[in-house]
């Protein structure tokens, strides 16, 4: 796989889906400020460097702000699959900082 690592493999993947589903509800609804915010993301999730997938995932959890959120925008049916599964990456994630640190 991509990183080696199974479980972020899976979980990125998982999220990147996710995330073509949004982008693809933000342009169907002509909602362009999430299409552009989204435009991006999933090629980032499906192939980014491992280094970096943190920072995407934390972009893509940030477009569920309180008071500025996709969820005012997409229905639930394709918002809460993408936050369900960058929750998931971002808990995989940090159990291997978590390993990393208990093995130095």
Do not use: N
């Not at 990125?12 to 073509?20: F, G, H, K, N, P």
């Amino acid at each position: 796989m991509r990183h080696e690592r199974p479980e972020i493999d899976d979980a990125a993947l998982v999220a990147a889906r996710a995330a073509d589903r949004v982008l693809a509800a933000a342009r169907e609804r002509g909602a362009r400020r999430w299409a552009d915010y989204f435009a991006q993301l999933p090629d980032l999730l499906r192939d980014g460097e491992l280094r970096d997938l943190r920072t995407t995932a934390l972009r893509v959890r940030a477009a569920y702000g309180s008071k500025d959120s996709v969820r005012d925008v997409l229905p639930p049916a394709v918002t809460e699959p993408l936050v369900d599964a960058i929750d998931r990456l971002l808990r995989a994630l940090a159990r291997r900082e978590a390993q990393q640190g208990s093995s130095s």
